[in-house]
């Protein structure tokens, strides 16, 4: 069901503030049975304290079995079904940019990848480029392709391995496939319409294969990254914003641009952050809530990196970052929100590579508390909590709940 249509009719303006953090990809699983997950092996006093004032519980963002992406996880936790509001990670990857889209443009996900010699992925992420690597080898590519068969192709730096494609030009469209096989060992995928009576989105992926071997033949000297991988082929849709549905006044902090993206196309303002010498940007973050603390009552605050770590099967260096947010949390309550909340937007366990299915553990701390026998912001203690399991919709209506923003529903 679409609750955002009941929240708009019953949303009411107040004064009181929201902290709602994401750690993207926090939870995790043991790397052997009976071992802790990432969140239980961290050394986390500052979460623990928290969790014994606060309730818990466990979130699923998509439906049980299914592992959503960075996108649709976030969307269901801004409170938009991700069933119902669907949108490719090239757009939120192009709005967190701030590249502006056009009815009839295309935007796609790159990301530079090692191709083995005899051309299957060897490594999805080319070693994980800095960003000024990224910048000098897509220089190369803006070089040798500006225009494929009159659509015109423009390219972004994004972060480290990831790129922006947008194609601009009449006629395209964007139910594609993606070229990513999302593992090693294989080839990259053709491009291929979702249906092959679909001129326009057959047109799209004839494109992007024309890209893909024109980029690995400009690429082919590269070292390490001498290959692309598309995915999140889409157009801008139009939805409601947020600050329309709750007449909140909305504000991310975040530094990678899919999240910046995915809070823009839902009207939320993205805040400047001073990045410095960590793409993660804690400081920085923390400096953009401070400055801008008077002009929004709710605040989206974003953490990349216990995803990554777990992508790349790092347990411990994963179990670092979560210790280094713990540190941060003092200062984040030092705010005095009137409601703070923590969460992932999906699970990304060290021990798969990968996104997975597994509920995300989620605590909610504001005024209107009931006893809770969770004692840790952890996997096993969230199943104690008193909030159960609970769909990743649900964290809006929670949080506008508790912090007063809610009337009663009917008579």
């Given amino acids: 069901m679409d609750i955002l249509p009941h929240i708009k009719e019953l949303s009411r303006r107040s004064p009181s503030k929201i902290l709602f953090v994401v750690?993207?990809?926090?939870?995790?699983?043991?790397?052997?049975?009976?071992?802790?997950?990432?969140?239980?092996?961290?050394?986390?006093?500052?979460?623990?304290?928290l969790a014994k004032k606060a309730n818990l519980g466990r979130l699923?963002?998509?439906?049980?079995?299914?592992?959503?992406?960075?996108?649709?996880?976030?969307l269901s936790l801004f409170g938009y079904d991700p069933l119902i509001y669907e949108v490719g990670r090239?757009?939120?990857?192009?709005?967190?940019?701030?590249?502006?889209?056009?009815?009839?443009?295309?935007?796609?996900?790159?990301?530079?990848?090692?191709?083995?010699?005899?051309?299957?992925?060897?490594?999805?992420?080319?070693?994980?480029?800095?960003?000024?690597?990224?910048?000098?080898?897509?220089?190369?590519?803006?070089?040798r392709i500006k225009e494929i068969d009159g659509v015109k192709v423009e390219l972004h730096t994004e972060s480290e391995h990831r790129f922006v494609l947008v194609l601009r030009g009449a006629g395209l469209g964007a139910r594609v496939h993606d070229t990513d096989p999302q593992k090693t060992g294989v080839p990259p995928l053709e491009a291929r319409p979702h249906d092959e009576s679909d001129e326009a989105s057959a047109k799209t992926a004839d494109i992007l294969n024309k890209f893909s071997a024109l980029a690995r033949q400009a690429l082919s000297g590269e070292p390490k990254i001498n290959g692309v991988l598309l995915r999140g082929v889409s157009k801008r849709p139009i939805w409601p914003t947020l600050g329309e549905i709750t007449k909140l006044t909305p504000a991310a902090v975040a530094s990678y641009p899919m999240y910046r993206g995915v809070?823009?196309?839902?009207?939320?303002?993205a805040l400047d952050v001073e990045i410095g010498d960590d793409p993660d940007a804690p400081r920085g973050k923390l400096k953009a809530i401070r400055d801008n603390w008077d002009a929004f009552d709710y605040f989206y605050l974003h953490f990349k990196k216990t995803d990554s770590t777990g992508e790349d099967g790092n347990f411990d260096e994963k179990v670092h970052k979560i210790e280094l947010f713990d540190e941060l949390l003092p200062?984040?309550?030092?705010?005095?929100?009137?409601?703070?909340?923590?969460?992932?937007?999906h699970s990304t366990p060290s021990a798969m590579k990968a996104h997975s299915w597994h509920p995300v553990p989620f605590l909610l701390?504001?005024?209107?508390?009931?006893n809770d026998a969770a004692e840790r912001f952890?996997?096993?203690?969230?199943r104690k909590g008193v909030l159960g399991d609970l769909h990743g919709t649900h964290v809006l209506p929670l949080l506008l709940a508790h912090a007063g923003k809610l009337q009663k529903f009917g008579a």
Avoid at 107 to 115: P, Q, Y
Avoid at 331 to 345: Q, R
Avoid at 378 to 382: G, K
């Fill in 23 to 49: 750690l993207d990809g926090v939870g995790g699983l043991p790397l052997e049975p009976g071992g802790p997950t990432e969140l239980a092996a961290a050394r986390t006093p500052n979460l623990d304290a």
């Fill in 60 to 74: 699923t963002m998509v439906f049980p079995g299914i592992a959503p992406g960075s996108g649709p996880g976030h």
């Fill in 90 to 143: 090239g757009v939120l990857s192009a709005l967190g940019l701030g590249v502006e889209l056009g009815p009839d443009d295309v935007a796609v996900r790159g990301n530079f990848a090692t191709l083995g010699p005899d051309g299957t992925v060897a490594d999805r992420r080319a070693g994980r480029p800095s960003t000024d690597e990224n910048r000098r080898v897509l220089a190369k590519l803006k070089e």
């Fill in 263 to 269: 809070a823009s196309l839902v009207g939320m303002t």
């Fill in 331 to 345: 200062e984040l309550l030092d705010l005095n929100p009137d409601v703070i909340a923590i969460t992932g937007d």
């Fill in 365 to 370: 701390y504001g005024p209107y508390m009931r």
């Fill in 378 to 382: 952890t996997e096993d203690e969230a």
